[in-house]
Nanobody, 122 residues
Framework: EVQLVESGGGLVQPGGSLRLSCAAS????????MSWVRQAPGKGLEWVSG????????TYADSVKGRFTISRDNAKNTLYLQMNSLKPEDTAVYYCAKYSEGDYEEADLDSWGQGTQVTVSS
């Protein structure tokens, strides 16, 4: 059974930083691309970032490009999202999600974690 468990969320002031983690189990982590997706209060899901299975190819939404960095440690079966220069509009529940293939280009998201809340406020 695929399990994705996010952690690291919390309350941070504008301009601050947080690092989210996603511990994965139940599948061969280094064979699959992974993603972060968020949902702001009262809004739909917004894809944030993706990483291929090896971590060598990454991609970002325009809204976070230059501020967020996705990375993974395949030895630890863990995905990360380093978030810098946070803005109030980054407030959302952040979900870790697994792609159906090792490359995110043509793949679908097929498993999701329970999410971790990030609140950016002074």
């Amino acid at each position: 059974e695929v399990q994705l468990v996010e952690s690291g969320g919390g309350l941070v002031q504008p301009g601050g930083s947080l690092r989210l983690s996603c511990a994965a189990s139940g599948f061969t982590f280094d064979s699959y691309a992974m993603s972060w997706v968020r949902q702001a209060p009262g809004k739909g899901l917004e894809w944030v970032s993706g990483s291929d299975s090896g971590g060598s190819s990454t991609t970002y939404a325009d809204s976070v490009k230059g501020r967020f960095t996705i990375s993974r440690d395949n030895a630890k079966n863990t995905l990360y999202l380093q978030m810098n220069s946070l803005k109030p509009e980054d407030t959302a529940v952040y979900y870790c999600a697994k792609y159906s293939e090792g490359d995110y280009e043509e793949a679908d998201l097929d498993s999701w974690g329970q999410g971790t809340q990030v609140t950016v406020s002074s």
